[in-house]
């Protein structure tokens, strides 16, 4: 069968619970049926792993981008564009991100598979490690993008260098997505699950840098609050599936107001020039 879906990740070094999460993850994707498997890598810091092909292409990082000292990471746009050539020579109509410590399940591959979207964004399910209980489904933690490949290569420029696996990235990207492509994000079911472990990027140093390009995507980002915050009141009151994907619908679009445009553009001249001030 012909591997419709190029899925890929970034394995790095870490803690010993951090390579063990990462371990219990890369077997479930190594278990996915009809799924090529990608490593993306910086050149100077090659990890080789096993069922993974190696593509040494991450030219940028964190580091570079935001002149902050700090572990590397990749940026995201970037990531994608990788993702999005190997996709075009594989054949694969689609290419997938997934963080390295999310469990990617078989069903999130059948729905991909099963449906045209131009993207599809999936919200994980936490689970205890030591028991495997579920926790419960996050509205944020957008842990797994997939993205019809000619999609995102005729898109790729809505999408800023944001640091992965950092405040901001994953809902902006999911934001731009549903504003102007035919998504889903998906946040009812586990089709993603993730081992819960204590936060470490709200401590980070990149935050300054992603929140400085988060101010520039305001437009959208203030309509990802406006769809959780209502989506979260909207689950507590018991609403059905076709209710919530209804506001789905109608909380992603785009242009905005021309009124909106105007405030956004004196919004971003204020960051550019704190960003000028404070380098």
């Known amino acids: 069968m012909n591997r419709r879906l190029l899925l890929g990740t970034h394995y790095h070094p870490g803690s010993p619970e951090t390579l063990r999460r990462q371990a219990r993850a890369r077997e479930a994707l190594r278990q996915l049926p009809d799924v090529h498997l990608v490593n993306l890598q910086f050149p100077d810091a090659i990890i080789e792993v096993e069922g993974f092909r190696t ?3 991450l030219l940028d990082d964190s580091v570079q981008a935001s002149g902050c000292a700090g572990t590397r990471k990749p940026i995201g746009r970037e990531a994608f564009d990788c993702l999005a050539e190997c996709a075009r020579k594989e054949g694969a109509p689609f290419f997938g991100w997934v963080n390295s410590d999310i469990i990617v399940t078989p069903p999130a591959v059948d729905f991909v598979l099963a449906n045209e979207y131009d993207a599809v964004i999936f919200s994980r399910m936490d689970f205890d490690g030591d028991t495997g209980r579920d926790l419960g489904m996050l509205l944020g933690g957008l842990d797994a993008f997939v ?4 999609w995102w290569e005729a898109n790729r420029q809505r999408f800023r260098p944001y640091v992965n ?3 901001y990235w994953d809902p902006i990207y999911a934001t731009i997505a549903l504003c102007h492509g035919h998504a889903l994000l998906l946040n ?7 081992e819960a472990h204590p936060k470490v990027w709200n401590q ?3 935050s300054a840098y992603n929140r400085h390009l988060a101010t520039l995507d305001t437009l959208y980002l203030d309509q990802w609050y406006r769809y959780r915050d209502r989506l979260a009141e909207m689950r507590g009151a018991g609403a059905t599936e076709e209710e919530e994907l209804a506001w789905q619908r109608a909380a992603f679009h785009w242009p905005p107001s021309p009124a909106r445009r105007l405030w956004h553009l004196g919004r971003c001249a204020k960051a550019w020039m704190r960003q000028r001030l404070a380098t």
């Open 147 to 150: 993205f019809s490949t000619a």
């Open 204 to 206: 980070s140093p990149f």
């Open 55 to 57: 593509v040494p292409r």
């Open 188 to 194: 009812r079911t586990g089709y993603i699950r993730h």
């Open 165 to 167: 696996s950092e405040a």
